[in-house]
C-alpha cells in the first residue's frame, strides 16, 4: 500500500486506487497516518471525529475499523487478525513503513538534500527537486479544518517553505 496526504488522502495498492469510504472513515485514516506506528486512543478518535457529540460513536467507529482493515488487506480472511491495523492498548495503531508515506519520503528526502548542500549542491538539488515533485495539493486537503490535522499541516507547510529555499540555495 501507498499512503497520500500531501494533497487529497488517497490509497494505492499496487498503482490502483483504493477506496477507503465516506468522509469519517477517511478521517479516521487520515488521523492514524499522521500518527503512523503509534497507539491512538480510541477515546482520541471519537473526540477528534465526533468533537461535539460522542455519545454512541463507539459502535460507528468499529464499523469504521472493520471497514478500513478490509480496505487495507483485501486479502486478509474474515476474522483473520489484522497485521496493519492491529488494536492496542485501548486504541488503534496502523503499522505501515514510513517509507509507504508520502510525507514521509518528502521529509527524508529534505533532509538529504539539506546534508547534500554544501558538498554537492547539484545532488542536493535533485534530492529537494524530488522531494517537492511529491506534493499534490495542500496537505491534508481533504482534512484542513479538522483539528488532528492542523498541527501537521503547518509542520509539512513550514519543511515545505525550508524546502523551496534551500532548492533555490542549491
Excluded: C
Excluded at 490509497?11 to 488521523?31: N, T
Excluded at 499541516?153 to 517553505?161: A, G, H, P
Amino acid at each position: 500500500m501507498e499512503y497520500q496526504i500531501l494533497g487529497p488522502l488517497e490509497v494505492f495498492d499496487r498503482d490502483e486506487s483504493v477506496d477507503i469510504g465516506p468522509r469519517q472513515q477517511r478521517a479516521l485514516l487520515a488521523l492514524l497516518l499522521v500518527n503512523a506506528n503509534r497507539v491512538v486512543s480510541t477515546g482520541r478518535i471519537l473526540e477528534e471525529l465526533w468533537p461535539n457529540d460522542i455519545t454512541g460513536k463507539e459502535r460507528t467507529l468499529w464499523v469504521y475499523i472493520s471497514r478500513l482493515r478490509t480496505a487495507l488487506e483485501p486479502e486478509r480472511k474474515a476474522h483473520a487478525k489484522s497485521t496493519v491495523l492491529v488494536t492496542r492498548d485501548h486504541g488503534y495503531t496502523l503499522l505501515v513503513d514510513p517509507d509507504a508515506i508520502d510525507f514521509h519520503r518528502f521529509a527524508e528526502g529534505v533532509e538529504r538534500g539539506r546534508s547534500l548542500l554544501l558538498d554537492d549542491p547539484l545532488a542536493a538539488a535533485k534530492e529537494l527537486r524530488e522531494a517537492l515533485a511529491l506534493w499534490r495539493g495542500e496537505p491534508l486537503e481533504d482534512f484542513a479544518y479538522e483539528s488532528f490535522a492542523q498541527t501537521e499541516i503547518n509542520r509539512l507547510q513550514e519543511l515545505l517553505v525550508a524546502a523551496m529555499e534551500d532548492r533555490i540555495d542549491a
